[in-house]
């Protein structure tokens, strides 16, 4: 059974940082693509970051040069490092693997907020 468990989120001011966690049990994350997403209130939810089998990595343009994503295959976990943070980076932020066969499995979500 895939698991996928986010951590990390929580109340940061603008121009902070936070640095989200999604450690994953029951597959490799070298194995698959890995992806962040995030879901403001009333908005659907979007990509912010990917990270290749490969280990390329492609940016929505909004996170472009403020976060940088990155797994460490040894702890099976995928990290979202979050700089800069602007108060429309507030939403629930989601970590989802996608097999080699296209199925995705999603974790429940950290909450980040931003404000002053």
């Known amino acids: 059974q895939v698991q996928l468990v986010e951590s990390g989120g929580g109340l940061a001011q603008p121009g902070g940082s936070l640095r989200l966690s999604c450690a994953v049990s029951?597959?490799?994350?070298?194995?698959?693509?890995m992806g962040w997403y995030r879901q403001a209130p009333g908005k659907q939810r979007e990509l912010a970051a990917v990270?290749?089998?490969?280990?390329?990595?492609n940016y929505a343009d909004s996170v472009k040069g403020r976060f940088t994503i990155s797994r460490d295959n040894a702890k099976n976990t995928v990290y979202l490092q979050m700089n800069s943070l602007k108060v429309e980076d507030t939403a629930v932020y989601f970590c989802?693997?996608?097999?080699?066969?296209?199925?995705?499995?999603w974790g429940q979500g950290t909450q980040v907020t931003v404000s002053s």
């Open positions: 990270i290749t089998r490969g280990g390329s990595t």
């Open positions: 989802k693997l996608r097999n080699s066969i296209g199925y995705n499995y």
């Open positions: 029951g597959s490799s994350v070298s194995a698959n693509v």
